[in-house]
């Protein structure tokens, strides 16, 4: 579930990565939106090919070779969801991303109806999982210092330094109130 | 903590002073509230003092609690106080794509012992979880805490206050833990205002920490004091933090609220940048009784954090967050659930013994808690409760103690006051550690054997102690040689001087010879000030009482 949702995020995204506010700390911005490209790519294979090519475990019956699909019929979801400004407004600010256009809502009023068909599968009495890793032991460090005293190498990411010190803007830097933003974003509407 | 009782009453005072002029009408119901002093000083008087429409203060504690660890929670880079900057940055540390954490074991054991300390049940599957802001001190976006299920739940923390007229009595007091959750520390913002930047120093981020919360037991800045300064010797004594608040090993944050007893509680607020114990009772007073200014003039109490100025001794709204928060909460997928096993019996097959934390192997090397050993100190040495607060409080204080009983007959009740007094007073004075105390308990101890055995009387002991301070080195019987304080028990001697001091106070001997046995004390001090108080005092009563019965 949780993957899920985060990929309908990133396709999101992918409408209007060139909005994506470049990260503070690395000035190298066109490698962090190229790493979620591909990361996007990968779920997009993920989500086509169920075969388990990396399974080791013998096949499980249960679990059909192909990926079936039934369609849901509209009448069993709830209401489609509506997308109000201010939440807008909220989700960009919390994921620092831009996505106030048409299209852009459009695609994530899509992704949530897609989504809307999980309300479909029964899931009483099943207890969610965190990820798929967590039956295994987690590994335990022993605590004897092996890394650190990078600070030249790290600095050198860093478009702008003082000394040994990273420099960010100050502060968290508020967000532009919604009309101003509006016409910031004119340029970028279909 | 009785000078911020002072500063509380002062304030409180000023506070009805302009109350009084802005409503000259209104009864003022405020005055005792939360005057802590009050409330102990005079225990009876407030009972019918109060009513039940009066306000108090709520008090819950966040403690965050640096992990003495050599390394970070998740990475293999040191920890240290002030290295250079970004010194001690791991790939990892820095957020770099492509890196995962690796839990240190060493934390997971601090915080399962600190868990046990407070007697709280330790979860035997914690989980790790993603709470997300953006910060430039947090370089990934996201810090990993243990939100849903931590290491350690329902704990309990028991405190002492000193209360009474001569506040010599001992209040024992408890406050719940809810729970002590393993997190990463957040690196270092240097905010340079003039050229409007902020300077990002990543040292201490990825530190581990323990988040210790407390329930709103509280109802006091001084109960909030004595709470922390309990925990804060019990992780020193467990040494899982090292609990320095100037270096920010122990950061406390305080949720105040008011209300009337047995009522729902009030809004609350929170109150961060509290970086000294002093400033912590001062911080939480102030914000009780700024709340309760706001409810009695109708006013409402906003839920915001505020901050401390401890040069104002004002609580301030910090910049507003905007909206409410939403730390958007995930299970973190990089890190299995967290096991712990009760007893090695409990490992599963096939486990690896070195990599398992074992909860009864912790609980085995539980060191002497604070509160046993102030017990133990009272019942060995018989010496009164709040010595045994002032002994340890000090850092190596009772070792001192300890040592300097081993090495003389004195009576422990009686070294005590030495130890609290004498030493005590001069380390304060020069801000000095007991470790740094230029007498030995060796050389206390020799000084009090002399005292003991006669050879010097306690004044005497009190001048050659002086003498041994700021001549380090010099042992008490050479200061007492060079200086001639040896006691004087030369019979002869002692007689013509108490002839003396028998002949020229007439008056004196009339009234003994009459009944009145108190004025021999007055004739012994004048013996002693003849004899720089070296006289043996047992001899010169004797002599003096021989003198004064014919």
Known sequence: MLVFCRAVVRSCRGVTLDNIRPFHLFNDGYSVTSFHRRKLQSHITCNVCVTRLFSSQPHNPKVPKVATWEPVQDDQLPQPAKIPADLVDKLERLALVDFRTKQGLACLEKAIRFADQLHVVDTSGVEPMDSVLEDRVLYLRNDTAKEGDCAEELLRLSKQTIEEYFVAPPGNIPLPKREDRTALLKHSEF | ?550
């Open chain 2, 1 to 550: 903590m009785a000078a911020s009782c002072a500063a509380a009453s002062e304030l409180l005072h000023n506070v009805n002073k302009q109350i009084k002029l802005l409503f000259p009408k209104t009864s003022c119901v405020i005055r005792r509230i939360s005057t802590t002093a009050d409330r102990w000083d005079s225990p009876t008087q407030v009972k019918t003092k109060r009513s039940p429409q009066q306000l108090v203060g709520v008090v819950g504690l966040e403690i965050h609690a640096q992990i003495h660890s050599n390394t970070k929670l998740f990475s293999g880079s040191a920890v240290r106080f002030s290295s250079p900057p970004n010194s001690l940055v791991s790939f990892f540390d820095a957020s770099l794509p492509g890196t995962l954490p690796v839990l240190n074991k060493r934390c997971v054991e601090a915080a399962v012992m600190t868990g046990l300390a407070f007697n709280c049940t330790i979860n035997k599957k914690s989980l790790f979880d993603r709470k997300h802001y953006f910060y430039a001190d947090l370089p990934a976006g996201y810090q990993i805490t243990q939100q849903r299920r931590p290491i350690a739940v329902d704990g309990i923390l028991t405190y002492s206050l000193l209360g009474g007229l001569k506040r010599n009595q001992v209040l024992k007091k408890t406050v719940r833990i809810k729970q002590v959750q393993l997190e990463q520390d957040s690196g270092k913002s240097l905010h340079d205002d003039l050229q409007s930047q902020t300077l990002i120093d990543l040292n201490r981020a990825g530190v581990g920490l323990m988040e210790l919360v407390m329930e709103p037991d509280m109802s006091c800045g001084e109960e909030a004091a004595a709470a922390v300064r309990e925990l804060q010797l019990i992780l020193q004594a467990l040494g899982t933090c090292q609990g320095n608040m100037s270096e920010g090993q122990l950061r406390v944050d305080a949720n105040v609220s008011v209300h009337r007893p047995g009522e729902p509680l009030g809004v609350r607020t929170e109150v961060k940048n509290i970086n000294s114990a002093r400033y912590l009772a001062r911080a939480i007073d102030y914000e009780i009784q700024r709340q309760i200014d706001v409810l009695q003039r109708g006013g409402t109490v906003q839920n915001e954090t505020r901050a401390y100025d401890s040069k104002s001794g004002e609580t301030i709204p910090m910049r507003d967050k905007e909206g409410l928060q939403d730390y958007r909460f995930m299970p973190e997928p990089n890190l299995p659930p967290l096991i712990v096993y009760e007893d090695n019996a409990s490992l599963l097959p096939g486990a690896d013994v070195c990599q398992a934390v074992v909860v009864h192997e912790i609980r085995e090397r539980l060191p002497e808690l604070p509160s046993v050993k102030r017990d133990r100190l009272v019942r060995t040495y018989g010496i009164l409760p709040e010595h045994s607060f002032t002994l340890v409080n000090e850092e190596g204080l009772v070792e001192y103690f300890e040592a300097v009983l081993r090495e003389t007959k004195k009576e422990p009740r009686k070294v005590i006051g030495w130890v609290t007094n004498e030493l005590l007073g001069q380390l304060k004075q020069q801000d000095m550690s007991v470790s740094q105390s230029p007498i030995s308990a060796s050389a206390l101890a020799e000084l009090l054997e002399l005292q003991e055995t006669g050879r010097i009387s306690s004044s005497v002991a009190k001048q050659v102690f002086q003498e041994m301070w700021t001549s380090s080195g010099k042992t008490a019987p050479q200061i007492i040689q060079e200086k001639d304080l040896g006691l004087v028990s030369d019979a002869e001697q002692l007689h013509n001087i108490c002839q003396k001091v028998v002949d020229s106070n007439p008056d004196e001997v009339h009234a003994i010879r009459n009944g009145n046995k108190k004025v021999l004390n007055k004739l012994m001090g004048l013996v002693q000030k003849e004899t720089k108080g070296r006289a043996d005092p047992v001899l010169v009563r004797t002599i003096l009482q021989e003198k004064t019965s014919s």
